[in-house]
């Protein structure tokens, strides 16, 4: 499936029994639960919970990656088979949706899609919609996860590429410029400001409307600073949401070598690892 499917496409795959529709929304950061939009769904959808079912609630980080066998069994209760056509969306447009699916990837589920706008795309289409949670419950699945270790890099691996003698790989940080360059608080407690040495910026927000218009020149200019295909990449961000986002756009323009550092500025900003300040 492609990276990023658009509201008519998934219309018409509405009646395919392999469909899986998930809702992956979470609130921003800073955003209250009651904050987020409408408990709206698109007719047979189901609530991913990535708080709760997808995330390592014992880690102590705002959003971590859950062991393989949470995942699988998570996976499975949504009714997700071997064979299903994931597709997962969220109410805000893109925002957390990327997240879903870079874990379905990581776990080895290539068939998935985001859709492309969102819920927001999918209700100016013109597409009926139903009250969250009145989708019927699907019988359990027979997914098995499959953890792919290319897509995914940890504090430790970050600090043998700043170490070593080699070149580190191209890393990518998708939060704000003031708070990429330490010019602003951060919104968590207890985190230095700055960012990740070596790294570049990129803002998430800056891709969001691209990816949201499947607009791929606009996308070729945000990344004109993206190495090539050959070249493996790393994003993050400030909890391991916002890097998905780069990776989504990443993708949609052919890059297949990269991987999100999950911890993101969450851990290494809370710890007493190297920072640097400034425009990098």
């Known amino acids: 499936m492609k990276p990023l499917i658009t509201p008519d496409e998934l219309k018409t795959l509405s009646n395919d029994p392999q469909l899986i529709l998930l809702d992956a929304t979470i609130p ?3 955003q209250a639960e009651e904050d987020l939009p409408p408990a709206i769904a698109i007719p047979n959808a189901q609530l991913m919970n990535l708080k709760a079912d997808f995330c390592d609630a014992t880690s102590g980080l705002p959003n971590t990656v859950p062991t393989v066998a949470q995942f699988e069994k998570s996976a499975q209760q949504l ?10 969306y969220d109410r805000h447009g893109i925002y957390s949706s990327p997240r879903a699916w870079w874990l379905f990837l990581l776990m080895g589920h290539t068939s998935v899609s985001v859709l492309q706008g969102g819920l927001p795309a999918w209700i100016s289409a013109g597409y009926a919609t139903e009250k969250l949670g009145d989708a019927a419950v699907r019988p359990k699945g ?7 270790a290319h897509r995914f890099v940890n504090a430790d691996d970050l600090m043998r590429q700043l170490s070593g003698d080699t070149s580190p ?4 940080d998708a939060r704000s410029a003031l708070r990429f360059e330490g010019a602003t608080p951060e919104p968590r407690e207890g985190m230095r400001a700055g960012h990740i040495p070596r790294s570049k910026n990129i803002h998430y927000a ?5 990816l949201e ?12 600073e993206y190495p090539t295909s050959e070249t493996a990449t790393v994003f993050t961000c400030g909890s391991g949401i916002t890097a998905c986002i780069l990776a989504l756009g990443a993708t949609v323009l052919g890059h297949q070598d990269w991987a999100v550092y999950d911890g993101s500025w969450s851990e290494w900003g809370a710890s007493d690892r190297p920072i640097a300040q400034g425009k990098g």
Do not use: Y
Request: no cysteine; net charge positive.
């Open 213 to 224: 218009n499947g607009d791929k020149e606009g996308l070729k200019a945000v990344f004109h």
């Open 142 to 148: 027979n997914f098995q996860a499959e953890f792919q």
């Open 79 to 88: 009714g997700v088979h071997k064979d299903s056509k994931v597709v997962v």
């Open 28 to 30: 921003k950061v800073g």
């Open 206 to 210: 800056t891709v969001i409307p691209l």
């Open 169 to 172: 790989k191209p890393l990518f």
